[in-house]
């Protein structure tokens, strides 16, 4: 499938530079462990949602999936110095947390309807923690607009990153990649549109916590 959404020069350029470079610092900073990847579906749009423990999540995610997946970050990040720059250089959708976004929500359903990855946390932020949190629809609703399949995956360790290298000793961070779910179709105009989605947003976080140790699943446990 052709790509109607146009990846922008200098964010391609970034990626095939970046992803690369980070991976290298995730290798000297922990002990990467990388399970499930056969699963990945080799082309088409698909979401891949997984748990939001770290800031850091979002870098092993993007750093070693093996196609460059499109995803969004908070919009207060474009005020971080350092943060800001690696956002805009590789290209991510600014997302205003607490409130719809439907111009976040737009963007991500023409990726995935364009043939491109996107990754997305459930949760809508960290949790500091092991122990998922409520997830909200969002997921869910893009999917259900989309029409693409879930690809979960679960990360275990990366809150230990730092913590570990103060005390002398590399993290072991895992990444588990879930088989491809199929949801259920929901119809967004319908009445019972909000069950079926938070029906769906449950099939996503059970298949995420399926993959990862009981004191990660929090809720979903």
Known sequence: MVSEVQIPFRNRIFRRIGKPFFRMLFHILSHVELQGFNQIPGEGGYLVTG???SLYDPAFVLAFWPRDLEAAGAVDILDRPGQNILMRCYGGIPVHRGQVDRTLLRAMIDRLKSGLPVYIAPEGTRSHVPGMQHAHHGAAY???KAEVPVV???MIGTEDIFTSLRQGVRAKLRMLVGRPLELPAVN?????RRQALRANTDLIMKAIADLLPVEYRGIYG
């Open 142 to 144: 893009i999917v259900a």
């Open 152 to 154: 979960p995956v679960g």
């Open 51 to 53: 748990n939001h423990v």
């Open 188 to 192: 967004t105009r319908a009445a019972n």
